[in-house]
């Protein structure tokens, strides 16, 4: 008899906890849509430190992005001093430009899982707009309130998941992340 109790007792606290979840993700999941309509097309402007990890170093970055009303995104680098002033164009339709002192460099499309810091602003807004939300929460990130959204894909036989901390007041995004097969590749913080 005691047993049975006591498998109620579990039962019950684990039927709250499972209620008590589900509300919890409620605000997240429509904060997601929210994000979605936000950020899935307009003009935008961000600023970024971006660190992006080739594996056999580390590489640090601070960029702006500005997106137009057609959807073409201009990337500035501020820093490093070397390469500041260097600025790639991404078309709405993922092809792109490198400029530098007048030279233009033709990228073609952007594709595949070969991420770059240049390609990370775009394809996080990517996700952001239109990618498959696998997983909502809520969670602070260095004292802010945020949703956290987290954002799966299949590219090149590699997952490739777009996690992103977004103020909860605002919605402007706080970090982003880019991991490929659970590896932590490039990282934002925006400012």
Do not use: H
């Not at 899935?40 to 402007?45: F, I, R, T, V």
């Not at 590489?59 to 260097?86: C, F, K, M, W």
Request: proline residues 2%; aromatic residues 8%; contains cysteine.
């Amino acid at each position: 008899m005691k047993i049975k109790t006591q498998c109620r007792v579990l039962c019950g606290i684990t039927i709250i906890c499972i209620f008590l979840t589900a509300c919890g993700l409620g605000g997240a999941q429509d904060a997601a849509e929210l994000v979605r309509e936000k950020y899935e097309s307009g003009e935008l402007k961000l600023a970024a430190d971006i660190m992006a990890d080739f594996g056999d170093r580390v590489s640090t970055y601070s960029v702006t992005y500005e997106r137009d009303e057609q959807g073409n995104g201009l990337i500035t680098i501020l820093r490093p001093a070397e390469i500041a002033g260097i600025t790639a164009t991404i078309t709405e339709d993922g092809g792109g430009t490198l400029e530098y002192d007048g030279l233009i460099l033709e990228t073609g499309k952007l594709a595949g899982t070969a991420l770059t810091p240049i390609d990370a602003i775009p394809s996080m807004l990517s996700a952001w707009s239109n990618g498959y939300m696998s997983e909502a929460g809520t969670e602070r990130w260095e004292g802010v309130k945020c949703y956290r959204l987290t954002y799966s894909q299949t590219v090149d036989n590699a997952v490739v998941e777009q996690q992103a901390w977004f103020d909860v007041e605002t919605l402007a995004p706080i970090r982003g992340e880019t991991l490929v097969d659970g590896r932590l590749v490039i990282t934002c913080e925006f400012s």
